[in-house]
């Protein structure tokens, strides 16, 4: 019985003094902790800058995405402040998002395209009904993002009789590529003579410049 109660007594006392103690002393103790040191001071309050993370909806050519964005909060006053840098990486969540969601065009690939049909920004844009040549551009370096109709419509491009119907539509003169070998590029040939020649020489009965 003594024994218990001694035993019993020493070990309330042992957890209440220091635990008591330990209430207080994590308070003092993360002031100076490495997470709260990498925080800025906000000389208004006297308070620190910590990371905290928030869920945000990003809308980009009539798309959304929900991404997580960190910011960062005053842990006294609370007070909010967002860098260029956590918007631009949130930024870049969400069109990676919507890219993947809406199985879009990377910049790369779209590039890819423009070079291998052989023609400008400007030239681009002119086959998909006029978009400016700054938008293709944009589109190509990721500042910019294409929405789903104009995906498609960049995507058509691949079939060689919609690219020449395009050309022609949107006033771009086609380079003579030995890609588009086989096709019937004469339609929009008028003014040159390499293609046509070809063809009279390959199947003369169906050449245009022969009837
Ligand atoms: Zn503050």
């Not at 909060?73 to 990486?89: K, S």
């Not at 589109?139 to 993002?145: F, T």
Request: hydrophobic share 35%; aromatic share 4%.
């Amino acid at each position: 019985m003594v024994v218990g109660t001694g035993h019993s007594r020493i070990i309330l006392h042992s957890h209440t003094s220091p635990g008591s103690r330990f209430t207080v002393f994590p308070l003092l103790s993360d002031m100076t902790s490495d997470s709260l040191l990498d925080g800025h001071l906000h000389r208004h309050c006297g308070g620190r800058y910590a990371r905290a993370s928030e869920s945000v909806t990003i809308r980009v050519s009539g798309m959304s995405a929900v991404v997580d964005r960190t910011f960062f909060r005053c842990d006294r006053c609370g007070d909010e402040r967002r860098t260029v840098e956590q918007r631009e990486l949130a930024e870049q969540a969400a069109v990676a998002a919507m890219r993947d969601e809406h199985g879009l065009l990377k910049p790369k690939e779209i590039r890819q395209r423009r070079e291998r049909i052989g023609v400008t920004t400007a030239q681009f844009g002119d086959l998909l009904f006029g978009v400016p040549q700054g938008i293709v551009a944009g589109w190509e370096k990721g500042r910019y993002l294409q929405n789903p109709q104009v995906d498609a419509l960049i995507r058509s491009l691949d079939d060689p009789e919609t690219l020449v119907y395009r050309a022609a539509r949107g006033g771009v003169v086609l380079p003579q590529s030995s890609e588009s070998e086989g096709t019937e590029d004469g339609t929009v040939t008028e003014d040159g003579n390499a293609a046509p020649q070809r063809l009279v020489e390959a199947n003369a009965p169906s050449s245009p410049g022969e009837a």
